[in-house]
């Protein structure tokens, strides 16, 4: 969950973006891990992805209704917020209707980088993001609308589920232990879609392990913080790079 490339000064930390409202607790390698950088690179900057969220007058959510059973749809209209950045739901781009539907039926707080991201500005700590908001956009794009119609009645079929998954890989997060983490994305509905799975995890990886390779030449020590699920897995961040990448010991 913490790693070290050998023969650099970069280190590899897997997040969690958000956790459980039932369980604030941070591991004590995600302060030590951020003691240590000089530099910080994050995913994306969240804020610059909202602008993406609305389509086209052609291109929004209703394109799905027929495609997704009518009580689904009726409920996830129901659920959906009224006010704000997100709606109406029918202005959405399908893809983003699907990443933001999971977080209706949980319960959040802020994970990892919104907490560094204070402590950064906070103590003056530089960082940047290996991906835009446009790149964002274009991967989560490329899923297909009858993928994202299946995600969206599997969801509205369990709508508990987002919230079980969450706790469980938060607690499996707090261990380190990835392949905990692993198992149960695998065990999540949506991932069990590939096309989700690859526009999500691994076209991202590819396109990442480019710019972190950019970074290893760096005398600053960097570390790149991803989602957990970026570091397991065929196809993970490391294994992208070709390079090994060592944990990170409590006493190091």
């Known amino acids: 969950m913490y790693l070290h490339i050998p023969g650099t ?3 590899l930390l897997g997040s969690m973006h958000l956790f459980p409202a039932s369980s604030r607790r941070t591991p004590p390698w995600i302060e030590e891990a951020y003691d240590w950088a000089e530099t910080l690179v994050f995913e994306s900057d969240p804020p610059t ?3 993406f969220l609305k389509a086209d007058v052609e291109g929004g959510a209703q394109v799905l209704q027929s495609l997704v059973p009518a009580d689904a749809w009726t409920r996830l209209q129901a659920a959906w917020p009224t006010e704000g950045p997100l709606a109406p739901l029918a202005d959405l781009r399908p893809w983003a209707t699907l990443i933001v539907a999971p977080t209706l039926f949980q319960q959040l707080v802020d994970g990892v980088e919104p907490r560094m991201l204070r402590w950064a500005n906070a103590h003056g700590k530089p960082y940047r993001y290996l991906e835009t908001a446009s790149e964002v956009a274009d991967a989560l794009e490329s899923i297909p609308l009858d993928t994202v119609a299946a995600a969206l009645s599997l969801l509205m079929s369990d709508t508990g589920e987002p919230q079980r998954t969450l706790e469980r890989m938060h607690a499996a997060w707090l261990e380190a232990d990835l392949p905990a983490v692993a198992r149960i994305a695998d065990e999540s509905p949506i991932f069990t879609l590939p096309a989700i799975r690859h526009a999500i995890l691994d076209a991202r990886n590819r396109l990442w392990a480019q710019r972190v390779r950019d970074l290893l030449p760096q005398a600053q020590r960097t570390l790149v913080v991803v989602g957990a699920l970026h570091l397991c897995g ?12 060592q944990p990170i010991l409590d006493d190091e």
Do not use: Q, S
Not at 234 to 245: I, S, T, Y
């Open 9 to 11: 000064n970069v280190r």
């Open 234 to 245: 065929p196809g993970n961040l490391v294994e992208c790079l070709g390079r090994a990448a």
């Open 49 to 51: 992805i909202l602008p």
